[in-house]
């Protein structure tokens, strides 16, 4: 499973400043949510942070693999095509598998 590229360029690069705002807006509400463990906060009100937590991280995964697929898949080399191809349904395996 090939991980790096001989290209600095990742699928990504043209939205690595919005991923890593949204990114950091993840970090906020994890910090949020462990303070409202902190401060002893009702189950329900911590499981619902946490859901909107996983749904961010979620949105994050979907555009990832979103890049990943125009600019690694359709738009690399043909001759890793179908290698990449083969990485992309395993991480989206993985990501259906989570919970």
């Keep these: ?9 990742r699928g990504y690069t043209s ?3 919005q991923l890593q705002k949204r990114l950091k807006r993840v970090e906020g509400q994890v910090r949020g ?3 409202m463990v902190e401060e002893d ?3 329900i009100d911590v499981l619902t942070q946490i859901s ?5 991280l979620d949105k994050v ?3 990832l693999m979103d890049d990943h697929a125009r600019h690694c898949v359709i738009g690399g080399p043909s ?3 179908e290698e990449r191809t083969e990485e992309l349904m395993a991480a989206v395996a993985r990501l ?3 919970g």
């Design 1 to 9: 499973m090939a991980t790096t590229t001989s290209d600095t360029s």
């Design 15 to 17: 939205t690595k400043e």
């Design 33 to 35: 949510v462990e303070k």
């Design 41 to 43: 906060r009702y189950c």
């Design 52 to 56: 909107a937590i996983q749904a961010a």
């Design 61 to 63: 995964a979907l555009g």
């Design 79 to 81: 001759d890793v095509k």
């Design 96 to 98: 259906m598998r989570r």
